[in-house]
């Protein structure tokens, strides 16, 4: 039987109008929401992505704006940018869009923007929480993903997990998430040996690789929830994600589609951690 697709944009369309009341609320008390993205240099992708970040927040009722600046720009220049928007009570979010030119230290840059603005989780604070199981904001893309899998009725107590991938931005919280979830996970990566005898035992495999349909039928126990985080751009202008999805379709239980998957999920992660960044300032204020 063919798997059952997770419908990423719609989960997402749902997530969105789940936000109206939140947005309307601090509305209410005089306040919009604000997501402001740094975006360094002129990468075509990251151009399309910061794109699509802005639409989003604009169907969503949430304000954004948009800092470009050149690719030659210094570290000092940059930091004292993100400062400023650190200190500007107006904004709530503060995203610097990755990956950055390699003459500026993304670990510096990430750990410069204030933790209560740190919207795409990846400030240290934010990370160190997700470890501990502290709240804090969870990096947008395994957040997202987990809603997926809830949303999708996929069980996870007690279930083998798979994550393909040991970046800081997708497979390490990935994993954190499903272990929080009581899942049994198993974090693989380049180095790993035999990786069809580990993922053939996942009933969630996560692949997080950022190889064209790396993931093959042979790969996946029949049944599997097959989460397909990849995007790649192929010769002929098309989008491929990690897994090959004609033939897994038809062992696995559930899969999500490129595009249409995650991608939409994570997008509407980031406008919901940017209305908890509002709700949690107007909170803080409102205390003081
Ligand atoms: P990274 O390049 O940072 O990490 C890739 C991971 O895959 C590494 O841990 C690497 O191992 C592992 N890997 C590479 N080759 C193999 C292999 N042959 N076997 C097993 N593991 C392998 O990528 P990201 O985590 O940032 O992104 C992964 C993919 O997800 C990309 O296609 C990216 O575009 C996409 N992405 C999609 C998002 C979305 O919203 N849908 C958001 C973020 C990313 P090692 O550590 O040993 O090098």
């Known amino acids: ?14 997530l969105r ?8 609320a601090l509305a209410a008390r005089g306040i919009r929401p604000c997501l402001a993205v740094v975006l360094v ?15 989003a927040c604009a169907a969503t009722g949430v304000d ?19 400062a400023g928007l650190n200190r500007d009570p107006t904004v709530h979010g503060v995203l610097v869009q990755l990956p950055l030119p390699p003459h500026l230290d993304a670990g510096h840059v990430i750990e410069s923007i204030s933790p209560g603005k740190d919207v795409d989780g990846f400030h240290p604070s ?21 809603v997926m899998l809830e949303r999708s009725g996929v069980a996870l107590a007690g279930k083998r997990a798979v994550v393909i991938g040991r970046s800081n ?7 954190l998430l499903l272990l929080q979830r009581d899942a049994t996970v198993t974090i693989c990566h380049s180095k790993t040996r035999d990786l069809p005898a580990l993922t053939r035992e996942a009933d969630i495999l996560v692949a997080a690789i950022g190889r064209p349909r790396a993931v093959g039928a042979a790969m996946v126990k029949p049944g599997a929830c097959v989460i397909d985080v990849g995007i790649n751009r192929l010769d002929d202008g098309s989008l491929a994600g990690d897994v090959d999805t004609a033939a897994v379709k038809d062992v696995a239980g559930w899969i999500t589609p490129v595009p249409g998957g995650v ?5 509407a992660m980031l406008i919901a951690s940017c209305v908890r960044a509002a709700e949690l300032a107007a909170a803080s204020e409102a205390s003081d």
């Not at 039987?1 to 749902?14: F, V």
């Not at 109008?17 to 309307?24: D, I, K, M, Q, T």
């Open 1 to 14: 039987m063919a798997a059952q697709i997770i419908d990423g944009r719609a989960i997402a369309a749902d």
């Open 17 to 24: 109008r789940e936000l109206g009341p939140r947005v309307a």
């Open 41 to 55: 240099g002129d990468d075509p992708a990251s151009r399309v992505y910061v794109r699509n970040k802005v639409r």
């Open 64 to 82: 954004s704006r948009d800092t470009v600046l050149p690719a030659q720009i210094g570290e000092h220049e940059l930091l004292s940018t993100i």
């Open 126 to 146: 934010n990370m160190g929480a997700l470890l501990a199981g502290r709240p804090g904001f969870v990096p947008c893309t395994p957040a997202g993903i987990m």
């Open 169 to 175: 931005i997708v497979g390490k919280p990935m994993a």
């Open 263 to 267: 991608g939409p999920m994570t997008v």
